[in-house]
């Protein structure tokens, strides 16, 4: 008790007059960011580990066996915010161009030909797409709409058709002569087929990952760019990430490191080949042909060089027709990037 009753005279007679002004201010009002939800525990100390101050923190006490742990799939998702602490960390910008998620679109379909049991999940990633475009106001998913084009014996219109019919989603199939009809920019050869699928379209990847991080960040997570992960371990009850600047610890950790995966997980034995995806833009001499709102998305069998190509419209306020081609490319070390340019299209095949 002695301890404590020298404590607040200390503070009365040393602290204080420190603190004077910042209280006075806080006498009129107060607006904490956060509220933090803890127990009683002496050794629970949240201004010393939040390194907060005055007026920084709401602090409710006594709660430690009354709030429920954790558990993101019985919570309703307006309240998983309540209880969670999220740390972010990106080793370069946000929406940087040495990763996966650039060059301007991302294509997405409902019709899926490589398993159509991703149909449930693609309707569920719509729906999440819609609902962060509500919160953030941005325009991030363009559901223009994708032809896909190929040969009767190749999958890529076989197997988007199984998995339309299967989960019901509208769809056109269509021989080679009315794909032209309808796009006659595209040269289709006798006998092939085409399938148009009205839920396909494309994501902007930069604007997503801005909208994603400035969302979580309005919402209280802490992102820091610039600052790699340089490793990790797992303890009995929490997990320690390890970065130049710090050591943090966490009750979970998730690695959404992309083509470096295979780096941050050697020790689980995590072997993975990655490959280079090229993508280009080319410069069509009528380009309003192309137009968003004229043109789809779309995708053609690749025949002898494997893969499909695909593309996208062109953008408004863009100039030029993104193309690419989507095949098991050439090893590559996502820290020694190769900037050097490639041939996309193969040679020309009209009939
Ligand atoms: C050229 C190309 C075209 C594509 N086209 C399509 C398409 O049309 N439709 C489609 O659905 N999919 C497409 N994909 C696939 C899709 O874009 C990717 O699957 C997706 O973007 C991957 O996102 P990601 O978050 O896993 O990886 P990334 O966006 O690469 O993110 C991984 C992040 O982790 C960071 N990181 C890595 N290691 C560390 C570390 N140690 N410390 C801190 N940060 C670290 C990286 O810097 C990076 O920002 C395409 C991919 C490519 C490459």
Not at 108 to 135: D, G, I
Request: proline residues 7%.
């Amino acid at each position: 008790m002695r301890k404590i009753a020298n404590g607040i005279k200390r503070f009365q007679q040393k602290v204080f007059p420190h603190y004077r002004q910042e209280f006075e201010g806080l006498a009129t009002s107060q607006s904490p960011e956060a509220l933090l939800i803890t127990c009683s525990d002496s050794r629970v100390v949240p201004e010393l580990f939040t390194q907060s101050g005055p007026g920084d923190l709401f602090v409710y006490r006594n709660a430690g066996n009354i709030v429920p742990a954790y558990r993101a799939e019985e919570q309703n998702p307006q309240l998983k915010e309540a209880f969670m602490v999220i740390l972010g960390l990106e080793q370069f910008e946000i929406a940087h161009a040495r990763g996966s998620s650039h060059g301007q679109s991302r294509m997405t379909r409902m019709a899926y030909y490589e398993q159509e049991q991703y149909v449930p999940l693609l309707r569920s990633a719509n729906e999440l797409w819609r609902r962060l475009e509500q919160e953030s106001g941005e325009s991030l998913l363009h559901q223009v709409g994708g032809v896909f084009i190929g040969s009767p014996a190749g999958t890529l219109v076989n197997d988007s058709r199984l998995s339309a019919e299967k989960h019901g989603l509208p769809h056109e199939i269509l021989s080679s002569a009315e794909v032209q009809k309808r796009w006659p920019m595209f040269v289709v050869p006798e006998g092939w087929q085409g399938m148009y699928d009205p839920g396909a379209g494309f994501l902007l990847p930069e604007k997503c990952i801005t909208t994603h991080v400035d969302l979580a960040r309005r919402k209280g997570a802490e992102i820091h760019e610039h600052e790699p992960v340089r490793g990790w371990r797992s303890e009995a009850s929490h997990v320690v990430v390890k970065t130049d600047l710090a050591e943090y610890y966490a009750e979970r950790l998730i690695f959404t490191a992309g083509a470096w995966t295979g780096k941050l997980l050697s020790d689980l034995g995590v072997r993975l080949q990655v490959t280079r995806q090229v993508l280009g833009w080319v410069s069509p001499p009528q380009p309003e042909r192309f137009a968003k709102g004229r043109f789809p998305v779309w995708a053609i069998d690749g025949l002898s060089t494997g893969g499909i190509y695909y593309g996208f419209p062109i953008l408004p306020g863009e100039s030029g027709l993104k193309l690419a081609h989507h095949h098991a490319g050439t090893p590559y070390d996502p820290d020694a990037p190769s900037r050097e340019a490639v041939r996309i299209l193969a040679p020309s095949r009209r009939p």
